[in-house]
């Protein structure tokens, strides 16, 4: 008995000192953004102007549109570009791939990429580019309104696709 008494005496005073260090803490979480649904705070380039930034291909220009930043060298962006081809032999949508390549890119996995999904409207960027512009891994895929400013930003292409119709009837 006595120990059980102990042991509820040791619980409580434990739960009043985590209260009690909570408490300075508890304005400024209660300041922070909300979460965006399951994934987490929105990322940086939502309503920016991805027109400003890049030189968008005319198929894509004032239209609802994807985009999607890759690698050559990154097999996730391999397995989402094939996704990519199948979708879009379903159902065609304005899309663009844009990809960087610095001096330390194997050419020849260049050249295979540019070869293998070429017919996808794949763009090259300066380089440093993507960095700027908020992008620090691929595959990332947004998609833009007709003016170009970035309205959903996924990290999987079967995701965004899901939304196209939307978009499309909302751009008429």
Not at 115 to 126: C, K, R
């Amino acid at each position: 008995m006595i120990w059980t008494t102990l042991f509820t005496v040791g619980c409580v005073a434990a739960m009043i000192a985590v209260y009690r260090a909570y408490l300075p803490f508890r304005d400024e979480i209660r300041k922070l953004p909300p979460a965006a649904g399951s994934n987490g705070l929105p990322h940086p380039l939502l309503g920016a102007s991805l027109k400003t930034a890049v030189d968008l291909p005319e198929g894509v220009l004032g239209r609802a549109a994807v985009v999607q930043f890759a690698a050559p060298t990154c097999p996730k962006c391999h397995e989402e570009m094939m996704f990519l081809e199948k979708a879009y032999k379903e159902h065609p949508f304005p899309y663009v791939c844009l990809y960087e390549v610095d001096e330390k890119t194997d050419e020849r996995l260049v050249r295979e990429f540019v070869a293998e999904f070429g017919h996808l409207n794949v763009m090259p960027l300066p380089v440093g580019t993507a960095r700027k512009m908020g992008v620090n891994m691929t595959p990332l895929v947004m998609m833009i309104d007709a003016d170009g400013i970035v309205r959903r930003v996924e990290f999987r292409l079967k995701k965004m696709l899901e939304w196209m119709p939307k978009a499309e009837r909302r751009a008429g």
